[in-house]
Structures are given as C-alpha cells and as structure tokens.
C-alpha cells in the first residue's frame, strides 16, 4: 500500500515536458540510408535508422539540438531541430559518395549491444532483426550461442531445459523484459514468443547483474522484446513439417497526444509426428523378444495461442511510459512417453492456461536529473490440467500390446503413468518488480532493485470420489529478492567495474491432509511442513579497455538458487515428484576473458571473444541421478545432487566481407564432476560438455530486382557424446547402451527481401541429411524438415 500511494504520488507531478524526434534519412534520389547512426550532441542519446531509413530517439526535454548524422554510405551531417511539441518529425537529406574503405569511418556511439557486453559480466547480445524473417524459433538462436546448450524433450512445445557452462535447469533464469518467466507459466515460454516479437536477448554465464533481481546462480537470459516509439505492424505466417504451423504479430500505434495501444500474439501448431529409431525405440512382443522399430510419433501433438494488450501513454510529461495491459495465453499438449522413450503412451495430455494482469511504469529524471524509476507487476491465474485415463499398454506402432494369450496388457497402476489422473493444478501468482537508479554523473551510477513474486497453488483430481477429493492440500510460496549495484566508470570510460550485493529469502508452506485415528475415531489431521530461508550472495565486474578494440573482462560471484515451487511441490505434467525438503544450491562463479575487434582492414572485419569459467556448485539441485532405467518409473524428484565442479572455456571467431559474407565460429569445452560418499571423483550424467556451432550467411543486393536482397543461411552443429547414466564402479558391461553418439546436424535456408522491403519471404530445411539429434536422456529430436514463412512489415502507419 505504501508503493502504492508513492506510485500514486509521483504520476500526480509535473514534469519538465518532453518530446521526440520521429525522423527519416534519405539519400537525394529518394533512397533510404540504412544502419545510418543518428546522435544528439552533447547528451548520451542515439539511434539506428532502419532499412527505411527510419529512426526515433525520445526522452527530450523542450529546446533545440544539434542532430549528427554519419553512415559509411554517405557524408557526415548536422542539423538543428528545435522540440516544441511531443513529436517533432523530419525527413533529412543526404549526399551519397562513393567507395570507401571501413577505416575511414570513425563509429562514435555504441549500439545497446556493445554497451552491455563490454560492462564486464561473461555476457552474449544475441540481435534479431534477421531471425525474425526466418523460421526459426527462440530457442534454435539461443542454442546457437556461444556456451549455451538448449535440451529439448522432442519437437515443437516439448519441455525444455537451458544449459549454459553446465549450469542448467532452474539454474539458468529466464526473464520477459526482467520478469521471471516461471509468472507467465507454461502456456507463454519461449517456445511460443518468436524472434519476431524481440528487440535482443541477452544471456548472461554465471554471473548475473543485480537489475535482475532473481535467484539465477548459474546464468540468466533475457528477452528484451520490441518496445520501440514507431508506429507499426508487423505479420508473419509459415508452414511446414510434420503438419507445423505458426502464425504471429504485433502491433503499435501512438497518437500525439501520447494515448498508445500495443498488440501481439501468437499462434502455434504441430504433430509433431516426426520419425524415431535406435535402443530405446522397440516393441516387446508377447514372447518378451524386444522388436526395435523405425516409426513415427503418434501421441505428440501440440498447439498454443496467445497475446499481450497494452493501453498507456508514451513520452508524456509524467511519464516515459505507462501501460496497463492483459496477457492470456491456452496450450494443449500431448504426451508422447515419460522421462525416458522406452515406452509410449496414448491419451495422456496436458493444458494449460493463464490470465494475468499487468501494469508497466518508467520515468528518467524523476524528482531529479539522473534519477530513473521503473515498476512492473503482474496478477493472475494459471490453471494446469493433467489427463491420464487409458489403462492399457501401447507400442510404438500405437497399437495395443498383447500377451500370449492374445489379450491386451493393461499399466501398472491403470493409466499410462501411474494411477489414473483428471488433476487440476490452480495457481494464483503475482509479482512487483521495482528498479530505482541514480546517475550522479557519467563516472557513477546506483542501482536498487527488488522483486517480490508468489504462488499459492491448489490440487485438485475430477477422477478421485468426492470424499478423496477433500484431502487435497495446498501449496504456498513466496520469495523476496533484493539488490543494490555501484557502477563505478574511470580513466575516460577504459575502466569499468559494477559491485553488488543480493538478499534472498523464500518462505514455503505446503499442507497435506491426512486420516489419523485419534481415541478409535478416524479424524482429519493437516500434516505441515514449513520453512523460512534467508540468505546472501555478492560480487563484482570489471572490464578494461587495454586498447579501444582489446577488452579485458573479469567477474566474480556467490550465487543462490532457490528450489522453484515445481521442485518442491512437484509436477504430474512434467514427470516432476514432489520433495519439501529440498535445499538452496549455492555457487561461486568465476569469470575470465577478453574480446579482441571488431580489427577492420579493407573489406574484411574480424571479431575474437574468449571467456574461462570456474564454478564451485554446493547442494545443486537436479532429477535424482538414475544408475538404470525402469520403465514403470517414469516420474523423478529433484534432489540436491551434491558438490559439483565446473570448469571449461567458451570461443567464439566473427568474419564479415564487405558486409555481405559473415561466418561464425564457436565451441564450448567443459568438464562437471562430483565426488561421492568415497571421495571418487565422476562425472555428471546427461551433460554433452563439447558443443560447436558454425553458421555462415550470404547476401546478394538487388537480386531479381533492384533493391530486392537474397540472403544466404547454412549451419552446423556439432555435440560430442555423452552418458545420460550413472556410470557405476567396479563392472561397467553394458554401459555402452546409454551413450548418446555424436551428434551432426546441418542446417540451409535462404530468404528473399522484396524492394519494397514490406514482404519478406523465406525458406529452411532443417537436419538436411536427416541426422540423429538426441537431448535429454537420449529423447530423440525431429529429422529433416521443410518450411516456408512469409513475412509482411509495415512502418510509420
């Protein structure tokens, strides 16, 4: 309540008004200057203009400027514009020239990316712009980054674990522009946000910063999603494989008034009916003979829907930027077989939705010049429904399992996993996040931040009686994340260092009731656990500019991690059994490195970035470690695992010709031991620690027609093997058979830009020679696959 009222208070002021430039940059004959950079003079603020020359910069108080423009294509320019009014618009001339080398330009402003990545912390930019014309998903552009390692269980909308250096799991945060997506439940993942929806994503190794306050020890990724001040609409629609369809927008208008409404969603569907094949795909006829069988996935089905609405005001005298707005999201999803591919199910799917709420906030020089406060929040429901009711046994032709006699066999327990299920889970979750920072000049900054986020969770099952179904318990938790950051910048921006310090506390209450027989009367009896943990975690950044295109960057941190609500009350969806008695993972991460470049000579530019890694694991939280596989146990428990080390290396090699040829190189080496009750050392199951990644894109100018662009695409991806068992002392025979191989996959694409630039159209085959791709616990991923998607944009509406 008192945020509350402050938050009140502080709409209610009056601002130094303020407005924004809303310009476009041509050449003389008409053309548009593309990637030009546009600066205000004398102040921290610049832009990009896009491939329609089209920029925006905002936040700029009533006066006159003195606007620079520089692009390689073009002469240098000033121009003087005077903000009156909150939008200024104005189309700006400029005279082309003719050939010229990259090292006559001199880039005076940094992009958003370069700016975090030379903040000190083991941090990836991961841009977009391109990715948003393809048919790829969020999660094939992560797995392509350098150290991290994306564990799909299966196709589209299949469970997804983040790797990165090791650390994985709930490890690795993710955000929505700084907001746990755990808020947004599994209905709204990343399997369901396109590239197109996204500004960048930024994915931090280990050591994360204090703006994002939330228990991620082992790393965080970040989806910055478009946000930008130009009106526009953006849609796309493909088709391929296994009957997959997608379909996505977003919108946004703004009036001169400041009134803005933003749209998108989203839309998602496939069989996933892909082919399988190898150990762990077999039929068991009536003799008990295993039979192994090359068949496609029948009971793997997934589609999702959803969309974000917002309402606000944009650049207005009391606020940079106010939305209240809606999300809600709806996700079906078939279950094709548990933790392991042994045995197949039929009938048993999953659904999910959410309805939230929520109300956005930021504002610069509030109260005083260099003070900036930003509030999100979001209140909601998230329902889940699990539905498992078919009794009898199924092989991978998805036909009945007999026995001898010829009659079908039914599962243990009397549905596909277990007992038979109708359960219910509701979950009401809300969270505040609060970021207040201060720029007391250009050498210091303060950040304070703090999240406060909970869930309070009911289980239900329609399939249980009416007296059964009162002794469902519930669940609540409720976690408290607080930090405060020093950024410290010296010896003309060469040296800079961030320093900070986190607060995590986490209170857990779970109830189950039970029949206890008290004086020979059976009685209800709430059987309570309960627990209050508080705990600390700090560290540091530096980053040194040996010379402008050599940076040295160092980071260190102790890191916490909270078991999540799944992991302590577990998840029948998710194979996830429950365990209150889980504990926090801690860790210290270490971070050392360097980035070399971009180094320009003629038409070539070269980029090299290096980054060794060190983490000392306590009590890391992960799926029981299996030694066998027993496939009437397909549902696990997270347990803390133990100590675990980590260490290894992370390379990555950029090479563009003449901004038409750009090749990617980069690979990642790490080893993930613990020790056990004997002091022996082993290695970690179910972790591939050799991976390396390759891409190479080529474009070909006015291609077909003058002003149309053909892009060239081809990857590879390389995954050393890897044992997804425990491998056992003393007789090791047979262990082979849970050795995932080596892993080649080759990837091709190709995309047309008309001249216009408003259609975009485009094409990939992915796993082109049809390769094994395994994840985890040697779950097979879909083979070679066609699409194609058509991309329409529309600016300055």
Do not use: C
């Not at 880039?107 to 030379?118: F, G, P, R």
């Not at 965080?220 to 296994?242: E, Q």
């Not at 009590?619 to 803390?640: E, H």
């Not at 040697?778 to 083979?783: E, H, R, T």
């Amino acid at each position: 309540m008192r945020f509350l009222t402050f938050f009140l208070l502080v709409t209610s002021f009056a601002f130094p008004q303020q407005g924004r430039i809303s310009g476009k940059i041509l050449f003389e004959d008409g053309q548009p200057v593309i990637a030009a950079s546009v600066a205000v003079k004398g102040l921290n603020k610049f832009a990009i203009a896009d491939e329609k020359g089209v920029f925006t910069i905002s936040n700029l108080a009533y006066g006159t400027y003195t606007i620079e423009i520089s692009s390689v294509e073009a002469r240098d320019k000033s121009v003087a514009i005077t903000i009156d009014r909150s939008v200024v618009e104005k189309t700006i001339k400029m005279n082309r020239i003719g050939e010229r080398t990259l090292d006559e330009v001199v880039v005076k402003h940094v992009s958003a990316k370069k700016e975090i990545e030379e903040k000190g912390f083991a941090v990836s930019v991961i841009e977009t712009k391109e990715a948003g014309l393809r048919n790829l998903q969020t999660n094939e552009l992560l797995d392509r980054t350098v150290g991290v390692r994306i564990r799909q269980n299966g196709g589209l909308g299949a469970d997804v674990n983040y790797n990165i250096n090791g650390m994985s799991g709930n490890s690795v945060g993710i955000f929505i522009d700084g907001i746990p997506i755990s808020m947004y439940g599994s209905s709204f993942d990343l399997n369901s946000i396109p590239p197109a929806m996204i500004d960048r994503i930024e994915v931090y190794k280990g050591v994360v910063p204090g703006h994002l306050s939330d228990d991620s020890l082992g790393g965080a990724i970040n989806i910055v999603l478009k946000s930008g001040m130009r009106n526009y609409l953006n849609v796309s629609s493909s088709y391929g494989s296994f009957n997959t369809s997608q379909f996505n927008f977003s919108g946004m208008y703004r009036f001169d008034s400041g009134l803005t409404f933003k749209a998108s969603g989203f839309y998602n569907y496939s069989d996933n009916d892909y082919e399988v094949w190898g150990s762990n795909v077999y039929n068991i006829l009536p003799n008990g003979r295993q039979e192994f069988v090359r068949v496609k996935r029948f009971n793997d089905a997934f589609r999702s829907i959803g969309g974000v609405v917002d309402v606000g005001f944009t650049d207005v005298k009391w606020a940079d930027k106010f939305f209240i707005g809606f999300t809600a999201s709806d996700l079906y999803k078939e279950v094709q077989h548990g933790t392991f591919m042994t045995t197949p199910y039929k009938g048993r799917f999953t659904e999910s939705d959410a309805n939230l709420a929520h109300l956005t906030y930021s504002k610069k020089d509030i109260f005083t010049n260099g003070l900036e406060l930003n509030v999100h929040a979001v209140y909601g429901e998230r329902r889940r429904h699990i539905n498992d009711t078919v009794k009898w046994n199924y092989n991978w032709h998805g036909e009945q399992s007999l026995n001898l006699d010829g009659n079908p066999i039914p599962r243990p327990g009397g549905a596909q996993q277990g007992a038979p299920t109708m359960a219910n889970i509701l979950r009401k979750v809300g969270s505040v996040r609060s970021d207040l920072n201060y720029t007391i000049n250009d050498n210091h900054k303060i950040l304070l931040n703090h999240v406060y986020s909970f869930v309070d969770r009911e289980d239900d099952d329609e399939i249980r009686s009416v007296l059964e179904r009162k002794f469902f318990g519930t669940r609540d938790l409720q976690k408290n994340i607080s930090s405060l950051s020093y950024e410290f910048t010296a010896l003309n921006s060469k040296l800079k260092t961030t320093w900070f310090g986190k607060h995590y506390q986490q209170s857990m209450e779970r109830m189950n009731p039970i029949v206890e027989t008290i004086n020979g009367v059976p009685t209800r009896v709430e059987d309570i656990v309960t627990s209050d943990r508080s705990i600390f975690g700090y560290g540091l950044a530096i980053s040194y500019a040996v010379f402008p295109q050599i940076n040295f960057m160092t980071s260190a941190e102790r890191g916490v991690r909270l078991p999540t609500e799944n992991e302590v009350f577990g998840d029948a969806g998710d194979n996830i059994v429950e365990n209150p008695n889980i504990k926090p993972e801690t860790s210290n991460n270490f971070n050392i490195g360097f980035r070399l470049g971009k180094f320009s000579y003629k038409d070539n530019d070269v980029f090299v970035a290096v980054n060794g890694f060190y983490r000392k694991i306590n009590d890391r939280i992960g799926t029981s470690i299996q030694t066998m596989i027993n496939s009437n146990v397909q549902t696990l428990p997270f347990v803390n695992q133990g100590n675990v080390k980590s260490r290894g290396f992370d390379l990555e090699v950029n090479y563009t010709f003449k901004r038409n040829l750009n090749l990617i190189l980069n690979t990642s080496k790490f080893d993930l031991t613990t020790k056990d009750v004997y002091g022996r050392i082993k290695d970690i199951p179910n972790e591939p620690t050799f991976t390396i990644n390759s891409s190479a894109q080529y474009t070909i100018q006015n291609f077909a027609r003058k002003d149309g662009k053909l892009n060239l695409y081809y990857s590879f991806l390389f995954v050393d093997n890897f044992n997804y068992m425990s491998v056992p002392y003393g007789n090791n025979a047979g262990i082979d058979k849970f050795n995932v191989p080596k892993q080649y996959v080759h990837d091709f694409g190709l995309s047309y830009v008309f001249p216009k630039r408003d259609f975009t159209l485009s094409v990939d085959a992915k796993n082109i020679f049809n390769k094994q791709a395994f994840d985890n616990f040697a779950v097979q991923k879909p083979g070679r696959a066609f699409y194609v998607k058509l991309n329409y944009s529309l600016n300055n509406l």
